[in-house]
């Protein structure tokens, strides 16, 4: 059974630890090492361009894995991704996914098909894009979710608890529960940017009457 594990990472606390075996199969015998990458957007801001800009912090994951399952985590990793361009990627397979909805249960159903011509393919990658993403996440052994927002965590996920385990171990005072509770949500800082967003659109509209 697959669990999440939170792991405090900074100045104050050392270098990740990972166990010398496969995540997944759990054999020790001709192992290789395996990159995941993890992106942080950090700011995003206007510029005098009229543009904006992004500033963006990455993580690399460097782990012992066989190689049976590196490939696959590896794929599977890469659709998981949480970069821009793998946001927009995944966008436009869950655009293609309402399109395929709306042409099969719509009004005209698959009548439409013939007249889509090269439109045909956005359902199509929908479709296949989604699955994949399924597939992802079934394959992968080790998958870095995201940083929370609020603190200098990780979130990573491991297929196998004993590996997990294993993984808490080894990185015992950055996986405790010290170091690594969840901010409150009332604590939270994407909360009070709202608060503040909203109240300010609140008093233009008033200012505007």
Not at 23 to 40: A, D, Q, V, Y
Not at 76 to 100: D, T
Not at 106 to 113: A, D, I, N, Q
């Amino acid at each position: 059974m697959s669990q999440v594990v939170r792991v405090a990472i900074g100045e104050n606390f050392p270098e990740i630890q990972w166990p010398a075996c496969c995540p997944e199969c759990g054999t020790t015998k001709s192992l290789i090492r395996n990159t995941s990458r993890l992106g942080k957007v950090k700011s995003i801001r206007p510029n005098l361009q009229g543009g904006l800009t992004m500033k963006s912090e990455v993580m690399y994951l460097n782990y012992w894995i066989c190689p049976q399952h590196a490939a696959e985590t590896r794929w599977a990793n890469r659709l998981l991704e949480k970069s821009p361009v793998m946001h927009l990627i995944r966008f436009i397979f869950y655009v293609g996914v309402v399109f395929a909805i709306g042409l099969i249960f719509g009004p005209r159903r698959l009548e439409t098909f013939p007249d889509l011509g090269p439109l045909l393919a956005l359902p199509l990658i929908g479709i296949l894009g989604v699955a994949s993403l399924i597939w992802a996440r079934i394959a992968t052994s080790l998958w870095p979710i995201r940083f929370d927002p609020d603190q200098d965590v990780i979130e990573i996920q491991f297929r196998q608890a004993p590996y997990a385990t294993r993984f808490r171990v080894m990185n015992r005072e950055a996986t405790s529960t010290q170091n690594t509770e969840e901010t409150p949500w009332y604590k939270r800082a994407l909360l009070w940017k709202v608060i503040v967003i909203v109240l300010f659109i609140m008093f233009m509209a008033r200012l505007m009457k």
